[in-house]
């Protein structure tokens, strides 16, 4: 079945927990931390991950876009992210990180910017519960899907089943209705969408319009 994980980085800032509720249907809320060194942005830490944990019942998907995640990442757990995603790029210890997220509660994700290859962490995926394949390059809402990516999600899809995995595929950046089908089609079975949902007029029916078309 499909998750569909809305991105706050599209929602109004000043209105955070009213946001959360108007996708009450969503999976999961992707929140997208970003500290202007690993991304040329800023947006949010900590504080506001616990407060948004606490106004929300709906989980809690961190995307951490943010150098020392090992450092990090645990904090983001304790603050009651369900899930936690660090880069492979940014991880000194990207194993020792997987199982210190796990350990402490959350499923472990890593993820890949577009120029980052996962054939190399093809050894690694048993450690992870998903694996972010960007679809932008990350740093800001709204940009254009990159269809170059579409042969990794298929390559990521390949190794997932090899290796007979559980862990999720997830895809970020760009995914609308007139994208999330081809990356349903090449294997993905997460998709983050920010500006598809709200910018729409009503986000809780468009989240059910995108998972609709990607279980198409
Ligand atoms: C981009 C972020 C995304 C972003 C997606 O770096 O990781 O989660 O919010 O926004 P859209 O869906 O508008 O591309
Ligand atoms: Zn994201």
């Not at 989980?59 to 880069?87: K, N």
């Not at 254009?144 to 090899?162: G, V």
């Not at 007029?201 to 468009?206: D, F, I, T, V």
Request: glycine share 6%; with cysteine.
């Amino acid at each position: 079945m499909a998750q569909i994980n809305p991105s706050i980085l599209s929602a109004d800032f000043a209105r955070l927990a009213d946001e959360a509720k108007a996708v009450d249907g969503a999976d999961w809320l992707h929140v997208d931390v970003m500290d202007n060194h690993f991304v040329p942005n800023l947006t949010l830490g900590v504080p506001v991950v616990d407060a948004l944990a606490k106004a929300t019942d709906t989980p809690l998907d961190c995307h951490l876009m943010i150098e020392e995640p090992d450092r990090w990442a645990p904090q983001y757990v304790e603050a009651g992210a369900g899930s936690v995603t660090f880069h492979a790029e940014a991880a000194a210890a990207p194993v020792r990180l997987a199982r210190e997220i796990r350990a402490k509660g959350a499923r472990a994700s890593m993820a890949l910017k577009p120029a980052t290859p996962v054939e190399p962490y093809e050894d690694l995926l048993p450690e992870l519960d998903m694996l972010l394949v960007m679809t932008v390059e990350p740093g800001f809402g709204g940009q254009a899907f990159l269809d170059i990516m579409l042969p990794k999600i298929r390559r990521t899809r390949q190794l997932i089943e090899k290796h007979g995995l559980q862990l999720w595929l997830q895809v970020d950046g760009g995914v609308s209705a007139s994208t999330i089908e081809r990356c349903a089609e090449a294997g993905a079975d997460v998709f983050v969408a920010g500006s598809a949902v709200y910018g729409a007029e009503n986000p809780a029916a468009a989240v059910e319009a995108l998972r609709a078309q990607a279980e198409e």
